[in-house]
């Protein structure tokens, strides 16, 4: 005899359709795919109206960018995903690859910029949208990288001239929001640096990013660093290695390989943050929206179906890369299990 | 004598290069001020603002010091961050426990929920929520009852007020000509950001209760079923205390995200402290002094809460540890 399902199984699928069925028969059942704003007037408040993706979809992911030149903006996107999957990649992590992928992001940002090999020069008011975003959040954990472990190691340095300064930094940083940072390189950048010296918005943006994302950072790897056992570094020093020696080679690959699902995860939170450039101005994905469907009288009131598109993207990205982290946490739970291999007696 | 030269050097040369640093940065800022013309200094706070607010718990208007305006900031931050740490709290803790459910139908629906909100910016939540809250909502005249005695439509929430001025009484809302008078109203651009802060901060703590649930070592549970406590008892006398131990923590740093997050209201025009550091800014030029301001008050704030979940803290860690 079958087993009849049991009612509080009844009673809760009941209640998932309830809450689930509104939204798909207005996302799905009764939406409008093609960009007529006719029939998307006229399914109003009973189905989406994708069209307005269809219609606006260039300017959502590239901008302001040249419509003519928009390629460029796409074979950047096209890039740097590339390096971000095959950074996810085990096997793809050597040294002259890392190189490579670096290489790779210049030459998007090359790509981007233009002016040399025929290409025109697009000034970066001009970019946004996607690239934009990825640009941004990969250009400033790739800054902040170095600074943060520098500040990690500061934190736990046996100095305390340096390891008060660097835990003030820390933990001045984390405890200011991120857009009063941006307002700084917005309004406060320009007064900073001598008057001569003006640089762009963007790259102030990306310094200040850098900055911010350093100081949460350095406490994901300074958690990393007191995971490894205080053994190791007496070997080390037992060895006869010096101080240098011992960070570069025996703490720090240990503490990275600890932190680097939580350091992933980092990167979700910095990627997500970088909407707020919006606040300043820039128009990557979320400001992209803003000028693509504010300016368009018709468009205008279909501005929730652009939300969730740009939401989608954002939903994408960062849910991926958080089943990457979880994926190189379960090799290391993996890799701890193994059993030491008996010593030779 | 040589290790220490070896122990100081490096350090004094640090100390060094940064006042450096400093002293060229703040070199800079003055001779630019100068330039623009403007005097340094907080004494423009003194000065009337010049400028309205929106909404305000105390009187306000445009006449009063700066500084008044400031305060209003903060006022306005807390009139939000704090409700909004309540509801996300509550809300966090049921879809926690709605993830460990033995059923899987709404352990599924509270992962999908978690999983959807916390993989999106919460600037994005915030702009549409305020976007369906200003623009799918009816107009004021024809406002939807959700509750009797409430009004919900494009100029916000309307419930009723106790008031005893001068006789105590229930100040209903209703719906006169093309607006609605009378109780308690609040603003779509507050209903928004609570509504966004409170849910983007509920699925991280979520996450928190789940994961300092499922801390708790089952044997303790299994000791706590032999002694023939009921699941009630066992969840209010042995889990939750111990959970509470690896919670706390955690939960100190979402109050903390909360607050700073809170700041994102700028984008849709809630007067809290960075919107009202913003207007000032644009007005006074002082970018400088006003960015100082807002710092200031994150970090004072920060260190306030830090240090009452602290004390909360002691007291869950000796209570599972007596």
């Known amino acids: ?345 | 004598m040589r290790q220490a030269l070896l122990r100081w050097l490096p350090q004094i040369l640090l100390l060094a290069l940064l006042a450096l640093l400093l002293g060229w940065l703040g070199h800079n800022v003055l001779e630019n001020m100068r330039e623009r013309g403007i005097r340094a200094g907080f004494g423009f706070l003194l000065e009337p603002a010049g400028f309205e607010i929106g909404e305000s718990l105390f009187d306000y208007d445009a006449s009063l010091p700066l500084w008044r305006a400031f305060l209003t900031g903060v006022m306005n931050t807390l009139r939000v961050a704090l409700p909004a740490s309540v509801i996300a709290t509550l809300l966090g803790t049921l879809i926690g426990l709605g993830r460990l459910a033995r059923h899987p139908v709404p352990r599924r629906l509270c992962g999908m929920l978690v999983e959807t909100l916390r993989n999106i910016p919460l600037l994005l939540q915030l702009l549409m929520c305020y976007f369906a809250l200003t623009s799918l909502l009816p107009d004021a005249a024809d406002a939807i009852s959700p509750l009797p005695g409430s009004f919900l439509s494009k100029s916000g929430l309307f419930l009723p007020a106790w008031h005893c001025t001068p006789q105590c009484g229930w100040d209903m809302p209703q719906v006169a000509g093309f607006g609605i008078e009378g109780g308690w109203s609040l603003t779509p651009e507050y209903l928004a950001v609570l509504i966004a802060l409170s849910l983007y901060s509920a699925v991280f703590i979520a996450e928190i209760v789940r994961g300092g649930i499922l801390s708790v070592s089952s044997g303790q549970i299994a000791a706590g079923n032999a002694l023939g406590l009921t699941r009630l008892q066992v969840l209010w006398h042995i889990t939750l205390p111990l959970a509470l131990r690896a919670i706390v923590p955690a939960l100190t740093n979402q109050y903390l995200n909360l607050t700073k997050n809170s700041s994102l209201a700028v984008a849709i025009g809630y007067p809290e402290l960075v919107s009202v550091a913003n207007t000032a800014l644009n007005q006074s030029g002082r970018a400088f002094e006003c960015i100082v301001v807002v710092m200031a008050v994150y970090l004072s704030l920060s260190l306030i809460t830090a240090a009452l979940m602290n004390l909360y803290n002691a007291r869950v860690a000796l209570r599972g540890a007596a």
């Open chain 1, 1 to 345: 005899m079958k087993r009849l399902p049991r009612l509080s199984t009844i009673l809760w699928c009941a209640l998932a359709a309830l809450l689930l069925w509104p939204l798909f028969s207005w996302a799905i059942v009764h939406a409008v795919w093609i960009p007529d704003i006719d029939a998307c007037r006229a399914a109003r408040g009973v189905g989406a109206c994708w069209g307005v993706i269809t219609e606006k979809h260039r300017m959502l992911l590239f901008g302001r960018y040249p419509y003519a030149e928009q390629w460029r903006p796409l074979a950047a996107t096209v890039l740097i995903l590339l390096v971000l999957g095959g950074a996810s990649w085990r096997r793809l992590w050597q040294p002259r690859l890392a190189l490579g992928g670096l290489l790779v992001l210049g030459l998007a940002v090359l790509l981007m910029r233009g002016g040399l090999a025929g290409l025109s020069t697009v000034n970066t008011k001009e970019w946004g949208g996607l690239p934009l975003t990825l640009l941004i959040s990969l250009g400033s954990t790739l800054l902040a990288f170095p600074f943060a472990i520098l500040l990690a190691l500061g934190r736990r340095s046996p100095l305390p001239l340096l390891r008060s300064l660097s835990t003030s930094y820390i933990e001045l940083v984390r405890g200011v929001p991120l857009i009063s940072l941006l307002f700084m390189a917005a309004f406060l950048f320009p007064l900073l640096l001598p008057a001569q010296l003006r640089i762009d918005i963007l790259p102030r943006v990306v310094l200040t990013i850098a900055a911010f994302a350093a100081a949460y950072l350095a406490e994901v790897i300074r958690g990393g660093l007191q995971a490894v056992p205080a053994g190791q570094a007496i070997a080390a020093k037992a060895l006869g290695m010096r101080y240098s020696q011992i960070t570069l080679f025996i703490v720090l690959p240990q503490a990275l390989r600890t932190a680097l699902p939580a350091l992933v995860n980092s990167f979700v939170g910095i990627f997500k943050d970088s909407s707020l450039i919006s606040i300043v101005s820039l128009h990557e994905l979320t400001g992209a929206l803003a000028i693509s469907l504010g300016g368009d009288a018709d468009w205008r009131s279909f501005y929730l179906e652009g939300y969730l598109f740009i939401a989608l993207i954002y939903w994408a990205f960062c849910f991926t890369l958080s089943q990457v982290s979880r994926h190189f946490e379960a090799r290391l739970a993996h890799s701890r299990q193994k059993p030491q291999p008996e010593a030779a007696g």
